[in-house]
């Protein structure tokens, strides 16, 4: 079973049946359906029903643990997204092909891990060449793409938030090679490897960074692309198909024994 985190402008999936999943870390509200292809999927909405959590105050250990209860196989995480190349358009799907999340941490300040107390079973480092998962990623490429244009592979950057990043910020997520960034993905990316889900990261291009292009996004370009990103999201979620074998978890979690 494929799961889809949403967020800006994504908030219920009508023709899914609601649930709420209780985990040890809280309660989850998410989606359950079959899509346009009969793939069995789940629709988790990060921000909750009119964005009621801001990034830092999502409970990222609840929702991956909630997919994983649910019978998810693998993780899609969808998020809008901001630009810190100014040779990337503006309007257009991307896809993450890793991810720079060097601080590994949640919203609180605690580290981003489920690996909480001493002693606990399956304890252990995870061990990651990437974040995201190659054959996924792959599928989610297909499913985006439209015609014969590529969907551009690109570094994502985790920024933690709530507030967004000052120039001198935004370079230096530049210099260390990002060109995409947004407030939420990056622990979803850890916790879901953690899990040993294969993952991967869709994002949707809506405004430029501060200071990467001379004159700011108009607010009404980027409540043009924010619609953009809801119709190319509803899109993948509602045609997106599994192929026929298991994912394969391709990073590995050296655990400990009790």
Sequence with gaps: ?????TGSGFYDMPGFAEETVETRFGGVRLFR??????TETLVLPRHGARHARLPHQINHRANLTA??????????SLSVCGVLDP????????????VYFPDNRLGDGTACTFFTEPGEPGRGHLLAASLVHGE???VVSAGLRSGAETVPELTYAHVTGPRFNTRVEIRALRNAGAAILSQTCGPEAVLAN??????ALAGYTVDYANGVVETPTPVEVLRENL???RVCFTDLVANFSEPGEPWRFENF??????
Excluded: C, H, Q, W
């Design 33 to 38: 359906g079959k899509n346009k292809r009969e």
């Design 227 to 229: 619609e953009g990103a």
């Design 67 to 76: 997919l994983k209860e649910a019978g998810a196989a693998a993780v899609v």
């Design 87 to 98: 040779e990337v358009s503006l309007g257009k799907p991307v896809l993450a092909a890793d």
């Design 136 to 138: 996924l990623t792959k």
């Design 194 to 199: 953690e899990l040993e889900l294969p993952y």
């Design 1 to 5: 079973m494929i799961a889809f985190i």
């Design 253 to 258: 979690v050296y655990r400990f024994s009790p």
